[in-house]
């Protein structure tokens, strides 16, 4: 029967046994050949544009703790979602991310939708790009693609397959084969590291979005804990790896190098754990740390390391790392108990005649949502809000962009509450989401509605590209034109993809649109006219 399978065929049933059974994507004229005869037991979620499609595999297999499968049109397909993939790369997130490629036999006149140079085209945000000589190698490429994607550092990965493949006879069946994704560090060094840290008088921890990633949020907590030192998030963090109403966490690390020296002062030792060191954002110059501070990273991405301007690093899974330190670890005495973070301040009210503030927007937020509700958050200019009334308590429940460009979250959301679907969660995800970053994937919603997702957009609608009008303030570039955004009718574009809508002006109203928006089957779109708030950047 061997001789009879087709390549099609046999993909699928390699496809099967990895349990990569649902396909993100927007169908076109090279890919059909890949989706005729679709199988009953596979899923295909259909995006209306090629970015969303790619953002929303991440935000699944960030859900699932799974790989995830993209199949993405030719050359114009593959650039469209090419800001996507940035993201997913920048976030370590698994994906097998395929392109349909013009027929063979026509490739050396270069036709119309043909990809010239396929294979170069997503690098360098891949982690492997692969376009096989022939058609027979194709499901020995799907094996090599998944291995590479899902083995650490996991990653994106890329294969370019010609339409006309898919008929050829395979050779047999398909290898399937398994693979370590963890890897330990090395034992020895860990041991230095201890003795370093037992030695250390005034200790800071950083805990970065791959130790949840990892798994590591209990060997987080325990870690923190025996160490008795304040805790710190990276700067800018796609996950968030510590509960941030911890006695023990004194918020996020500052964005510029300047203000991370100033917060570094006073400590003889600062632990990094799954992060850069650090991640900066605007240029503001100084010492990357004090006199005195030594700092020690543990990453299981070999760039991270190699990238650190100082400090030494450890390469390795994060979770074993922490779980082995603590053991080594002797018990803190005498170090000094952090202050943590001011969770009963007075929310920043607006006056009666005026828009609502984002404080308040999130404040109301946060006394409504349900306990286990996850956030996905893209309102740049509204980060130091988020945390003080939506903070992150549990594991796996906070999402943002991992390269720092906008239109992931919307469709982010959706694949995260396809992710928690697949694996059998139920709890609502709140998006929050400025009006800017709103446009760039806004198809997205209509998947969510067609798959009746419960998720609630609660989209801060101030009217401007706010966190543009702090860099030109901290940049001195006055005159920069489009930072305004006048004329957005975003209820209006929300109940045209088949949301539920609502225009909110009042605290009161917020609370019970949210609430209606929980108990509602499929996705709201909740529209809060904000005030303009610049943030602070450096």
């Given at each position: 029967?061997?001789?009879?399978?087709?390549?099609?065929?046999?993909?699928?049933?390699?496809?099967?046994?990895?349990?990569?059974?649902?396909?993100?994507?927007?169908?076109?004229?090279?890919?059909?050949?890949?989706?005729q005869d679709?199988?009953?037991?596979?899923?295909?979620?259909?995006?209306?544009?090629?970015?969303?499609?790619?953002?929303?595999?991440?935000?699944?297999?960030?859900?699932?703790?799974?790989?995830?499968?993209?199949?993405?049109?030719?050359?114009?397909?593959?650039?469209?979602?090419?800001?996507?993939?940035?993201?997913?790369?920048?976030?370590?997130?698994?994906?097998?991310?395929?392109?349909?490629?013009?027929?063979?036999?026509?490739?050396?006149?270069?036709?119309?939708?043909?990809?010239?140079?396929?294979?170069?085209?997503?690098?360098?945000?891949?982690?492997?790009?692969?376009?096989?000589?022939?058609?027979?190698?194709?499901?020995?490429?799907?094996m090599?693609?998944?291995?590479?994607a899902t083995?650490?550092?996991?990653?994106?990965?890329f294969?370019?397959?010609?339409?006309?493949?898919?008929?050829?006879?395979?050779?047999?069946?398909?290898?399937?084969?398994?693979?370590?994704?963890?890897?330990?560090?090395?034992?020895?060094?860990?041991?230095?590291?201890?003795?370093r840290?037992?030695?250390?008088?005034?200790?800071?921890?950083?805990?970065?979005?791959?130790?949840d990633?990892?798994?590591?949020?209990?060997?987080?907590?325990?870690?923190?804990?025996?160490?008795?030192?304040?805790v710190?998030?990276?700067?800018l963090?796609?996950?968030?790896?510590?509960?941030?109403?911890h006695?023990?966490?004194?918020g996020?690390?500052?964005?510029?190098?300047?203000?991370v020296?100033?917060?570094?002062?006073?400590?003889?030792?600062?632990?990094?754990?799954?992060?850069?060191?650090?991640r900066?954002?605007?240029?503001?110059?100084?010492?990357?740390l004090?006199?005195?501070?030594?700092?020690?990273?543990i990453?299981?991405?070999?760039?991270?390391?190699?990238?650190?301007?100082v400090?030494?690093?450890?390469?390795?899974?994060?979770?074993?790392?922490?779980?082995?330190?603590?053991?080594?670890?002797?018990?803190?005495?005498?170090?000094?108990?952090?202050?943590?973070?001011?969770?009963?301040?007075?929310?920043?009210?607006?006056?009666?005649?005026?828009?609502?503030?984002?404080?308040?927007?999130?404040?109301?937020?946060?006394?409504?949502?349900?306990?286990?509700?996850?956030?996905?958050?893209?309102?740049?200019?509204?980060?130091?809000?988020?945390?003080?009334w939506?903070?992150?308590?549990?594991?796996?429940?906070f999402?943002?962009?991992?390269?720092?460009?906008?239109?992931?979250?919307?469709?982010?959301?959706?694949?995260?509450?396809?992710?928690?679907?697949?694996?059998?969660?139920?709890?609502?995800?709140?998006?929050?989401?400025?009006?800017?970053?709103?446009q760039?994937?806004?198809?997205?919603?209509?998947?969510?509605?067609?798959?009746?997702?419960?998720?609630?957009?609660?989209?801060l609608?101030?009217?401007?590209?706010?966190?543009?009008?702090?860099?030109?303030?901290?940049?001195?570039?006055?005159?920069?034109?489009?930072?305004?955004?006048?004329?957005?009718?975003?209820a209006?574009?929300?109940?045209?993809?088949?949301?539920?809508?609502?225009e909110?002006?009042?605290?009161?109203?917020?609370?019970?649109?949210?609430?209606?928006?929980?108990?509602?089957?499929?996705?709201?779109?909740?529209?809060?006219?904000?005030?303009?708030?610049?943030?602070?950047?450096?």
């Open positions: 029967m061997t001789d009879e399978k087709t390549v099609h065929g046999v993909t699928y049933d390699l496809l099967r046994a990895l349990g990569l059974t649902t396909v993100f994507g927007n169908p076109g004229s090279t890919e059909q050949t890949f989706l679709f199988p009953d037991d596979f899923a295909y979620v259909l995006a209306l544009q090629e970015a969303s499609a790619l953002a929303m595999a991440d935000g699944f297999a960030q859900s699932t703790g799974k790989p995830a499968l993209v199949n993405l049109h030719t050359a114009a397909g593959t650039g469209n979602a090419m800001g996507s993939l940035v993201a997913a790369y920048r976030a370590g997130t698994p994906l097998i991310v395929t392109a349909g490629q013009q027929t063979r036999e026509m490739s050396l006149c270069d036709p119309y939708l043909n990809n010239r140079d396929a294979t170069s085209m997503p690098r360098p945000w891949v982690k492997w790009a692969f376009e096989p000589a022939r058609a027979q190698d194709v499901p020995a490429a799907f090599q693609a998944y291995a590479v083995q650490p550092p996991m990653g994106p990965v294969l370019s397959i010609p339409l006309d493949d898919w008929h050829q006879r395979a050779l047999g069946p398909a290898v399937v084969r398994t693979l370590s994704h963890r890897v330990a560090p090395d034992i020895e060094r860990l041991r230095g590291f201890a003795d840290i037992n030695r250390s008088k005034r200790p800071l921890l950083v805990m970065g979005p791959e130790v990633r990892a798994g590591g949020w209990d060997a987080g907590i325990a870690f923190a804990e025996k160490l008795g030192a304040p710190r998030g990276s700067a963090a796609d996950r968030v790896s510590f509960p941030e109403d006695r023990l966490y004194v996020p690390m500052p964005m510029t190098i300047a203000e020296n100033q917060t570094l002062q006073g400590h003889d030792l600062v632990i990094v754990v799954g992060a850069q060191v650090f900066y954002y605007p240029y503001v110059p100084g010492e990357y004090p006199e005195g501070t030594e700092l020690l990273q990453t299981a991405d070999p760039d991270i390391a190699s990238v650190a301007p400090g030494d690093s450890l390469v390795g899974d994060t979770r074993i790392a922490l779980e082995r330190l603590a053991e080594m670890m002797t018990p803190a005495q005498g170090r000094p108990v952090p202050t943590p973070l001011d969770r009963n301040r007075a929310v920043n009210s607006s006056a009666p005649s005026e828009l609502l503030t984002a404080d308040e927007v999130y404040a109301a937020v946060g006394g409504v949502k349900p306990a286990d509700a996850a956030v996905v958050m893209e309102s740049t200019s509204t980060i130091a809000e988020q945390l003080q939506l903070p992150t308590t549990r594991s796996g429940s999402f943002a962009t991992g390269s720092g460009g906008i239109g992931w979250g919307v469709p982010g959301a959706v694949g995260v509450a396809l992710g928690d679907r697949a694996r059998g969660v139920d709890r609502t995800i709140i998006a929050t989401i400025g009006d800017g970053s709103f760039y994937s806004i198809q997205s919603i209509w998947t969510a509605a067609q798959h009746k997702l419960p998720i609630v957009f609660v989209v609608r101030n009217g401007a590209y706010a966190i543009f009008k702090s860099f030109a303030l901290l940049e001195k570039t006055p005159g920069v034109p489009a930072l305004d955004l006048p004329g957005l009718d975003i209006a574009l929300a109940t045209g993809f088949g949301c539920r809508a609502a909110i002006e009042t605290i009161e109203e917020l609370k019970r649109e949210f609430t209606a928006a929980v108990g509602a089957e499929g996705p709201t779109v909740l529209v809060v006219p904000t005030q303009v708030e610049l943030p602070h950047l450096g």
